[in-house]
């Protein structure tokens, strides 16, 4: 299974963009990259995923890098209530399972 | 459309012990997965059920058991409880054909101390 890497951590002031990177430099053709965030002790929150091209939603934006190597979960006007542990995940395309690493706890100050 | 729902909320169990944990999955899903989250890692998946048969299953013991109903919602058993079972169980549940991409969509978690 594709593996990620994501920083432990990130601050971000409210109102700012908050963009959190992550690495997934062995992912295959059929791979997709999902992104999921949990509030504390709270169940996993789905935000966005893509494969290929840039995606975008009412939550956030994927930005996939063209040899989609690297990837960018940008949300645009942060919250206090975006403070939470983002989970980035390579999803293999045969499988239903998710496999989740330690994520980046972005703390969003005001 | 209700979401997913999972109860109880908090169990306290001691050693040995038996327990099921339950879930509702979202209206219209199909397939259910089980995960594992210990205080300050990442959810370990247990396993998936679609269509009441499992299908996939993560490096987690026998002891730790599932089943699907026919309206989809799920059990999860766990036989001979230990310390280390003490975590937050999470259920997701998604639609469509296994093994095709469907996004999950995970419950608000039981919490499980064993004693």
């Known amino acids: 299974d594709a593996k990620t890497t994501q920083p432990t951590s990130m601050d971000c002031a409210e109102g700012r963009a908050a963009n959190l990177p992550c690495n997934h430099s062995t992912i295959s053709g059929n791979e997709y990259v999902y992104w999921y965030r949990q509030i504390h002790s709270q169940g996993p929150q789905y935000i966005i995923h893509g494969l290929k091209n840039n995606e975008t939603n009412e939550m956030a934006s994927l930005i996939i890098t063209e040899d989609r190597k690297s990837s960018t979960l940008i949300l645009p006007h942060a919250t206090l209530r975006d403070t939470a542990v983002y989970y980035c995940i390579v999803r293999v395309g045969d499988t239903d399972k998710l496999i989740f690493g330690t994520g980046t706890r972005l703390q969003v100050f005001p | 459309e209700t979401g997913v729902t999972q109860s109880p909320t908090h169990l306290i169990k001691t050693r040995g012990q038996q327990v099921t944990l339950r879930c509702s999955s979202q209206s219209g899903h199909n397939t259910v997965s089980w995960y594992q989250q210990a205080l300050g890692q990442g959810p370990q998946f247990i396993f998936q059920?679609?269509?009441?048969?499992?299908?996939g299953r993560g490096n987690f013991p026998p002891r730790f058991s599932g089943l699907q109903f026919p309206n989809y919602s799920s059990e999860l058993n766990v036989n001979a409880l230990e310390l280390d079972d003490s975590a937050l169980y999470l259920c997701?549940?998604?639609?469509?054909?296994?093994?095709?991409?469907?996004?999950?969509?995970f419950g608000p978690g039981t919490r499980l101390l064993v004693l």
């Open positions: 059920y679609y269509r009441e048969e499992e299908n």
């Open positions: 997701a549940s998604s639609a469509g054909l296994a093994g095709l991409q469907e996004t999950q969509y």
